[in-house]
């Protein structure tokens, strides 16, 4: 064994320097999915990486193409016997934008050096990942020890159909384990897990009290302000100490890891000493109870405030919910909760939205064995678990396809890594340990697979 890890080692930091600048030149590519942006830099980054695959000795390679969304990359490498397991390897190639430029240090689609690392907009969610997996597959000169499908997207980061897609066409994501690599580690250096997503929703409430505005002084404190009966309204979703107070919201104790308040305060960006919302553990305020945010508001801004009492006002909120609570059951709870206020005697008018599930895997599978010890030969030390407040819809997708394999997420991205906001970066320790565990995993799930089959 011993021989076998120094050999893999010695093997994977041989592929560094090509895969280091592989990531330069996909980082490069302004691969933006957005309405509005050109789709021709979406086709560059998909051509890069069917060409990749290909040097990787990947022979079947096709695009997936549906309807207002970008090429789906799919490959297939067949497994070396029956006997050996199939994993579907997962990520995307698409970016957010990059939001202000002025924000960050150097240009966002330069990628730049910086202390052990690379900074560009979509170097960790999820070029890294892409690589790491084109890593993997290099490592194994293209012939590893299972049948692998590869699912590269082109949209995932603005939502497409291909969320809903998997479940149509069963066969072709068939598997026996699937790494969703859209993720990555709690803090750099230490291995991580995740096994629950948060579920999402959205829904805008609004109320129209007047005509139009009316005179401050002559009709305030009699006429209804619509601003302050959606402010009341708004108010009672959290208690006193800034928990969700809506009736019906699925919460639990988190057992795995978590942030310290420390990490989580620089994180958060949380000026000065401000208190922290909620009560009880961060994982369980961040991962297994809900979450409501204002995430827009419709009212007069300051600016071209007239002194006028307010007719119309509306906001739109965010619900993540737990990653088993039912979504309509979830959205369903959130609607009820402000239908049957009456703020000042005045009713709401509550439009519900997109809703999506969240995702809890199954982690005793031989699966989660091969890749808790990979993650631990990796890094070192023993990886542990945590769950995400975010969303990957594809996820839900993917298991109806493959209801009977092994979900496991985790990758090269960090908690520190800035993904979705300036100066958004990579570190090469994660990279390259991330492409290490990967190796690992596929030799031990293949490993234990063998021994099944003599059992």
Request: charge should be negative; aromatic fraction near 8%.
């Amino acid at each position: 064994m011993q021989d076998d890890t120094e050999d893999l080692a010695a093997t994977v930091d041989a592929l560094m320097d090509g895969l280091r600048a592989d990531l330069e030149r996909l980082a490069a590519i302004p691969s933006i999915s957005f309405p509005g942006y050109p789709k021709e830099p979406v086709q560059q980054a998909h051509d890069l990486l069917v060409r990749l695959l290909r040097e990787a000795g990947v022979e079947h390679i096709e695009s997936i193409d549906l309807p207002d969304t970008a090429p789906v990359v799919y490959a297939e490498i067949p497994p070396p016997d029956p006997a050996a397991p199939t994993v579907l390897l997962y990520s995307h190639y698409d970016v957010q934008p990059p939001g202000d430029e002025q924000l960050w240090l150097s240009p966002p689609f330069e990628p730049t050096p910086v202390e052990g690392g690379l900074r560009a907009r979509g170097i960790a969610d999820d070029k890294s990942n892409v690589i790491a997996h084109l890593g993997m597959l290099r490592a194994f000169q293209g012939r590893p020890p299972v049948g692998v499908k590869i699912v590269f997207e082109g949209q995932e980061e603005y939502g497409s159909p291909f969320d809903d897609y998997p479940p149509s066409d069963p066969e072709r994501f068939a598997c026996d384990a699937m790494v969703i690599a859209d993720l990555g580690n709690l803090r750099p250096g230490t291995p991580t897990l995740t096994t629950g997503l948060r579920g999402a929703s959205e829904l805008v409430v609004e109320v129209r009290t007047l005509d139009e505005p009316r005179h401050s002084g002559e009709f305030g404190g009699a006429a209804p302000d619509a601003l302050l009966v959606l402010i009341k309204a708004l108010a009672t979703l959290h208690d006193v100490h800034g928990d969700v107070a809506v009736e019906g919201l699925r919460r639990e104790p988190w057992t795995g890891a978590g942030y310290t308040e420390d990490e989580f305060r620089s994180l958060a960006g949380i000026q000065g000493q401000l208190p922290l919302f909620g009560s009880g553990d961060l994982g369980e305020r961040l991962w297994s109870g809900p979450a409501i945010t204002v995430i827009g508001l419709d009212a007069p801004s300051v600016d071209n405030a007239a002194s006028a009492v307010v007719p119309y006002a509306r906001a739109k909120l965010n619900l993540r919910f737990h990653p088993l609570q039912d979504p309509k059951e979830a959205q369903a709870k959130l609607v009820d909760h402000l239908r049957s206020l009456r703020p000042f005697g005045v009713p709401l008018t509550v439009t519900p939205g997109d809703t999506g599930p969240g995702y809890e895997a199954a982690t005793g599978g031989p699966a989660y064995a091969a890749a808790r010890a990979a993650l631990k030969e990796a890094w070192g030390t023993d990886c542990g678990y945590v769950a995400t407040g975010g969303s990957i819809p594809l996820v839900n997708g993917l298991a109806k396809a493959a209801p009977d394999a092994e979900v496991l997420l985790f990758g090269a991205q960090d908690g520190m890594c800035n993904l979705h906001a300036p100066n958004e970066r990579v570190l090469f320790s994660e990279l390259r340990n991330t492409v290490y565990a990967m190796c690992a995993f596929v030799r031990e799930y293949a490993d234990d697979f063998g021994k099944g089959a003599q059992r």
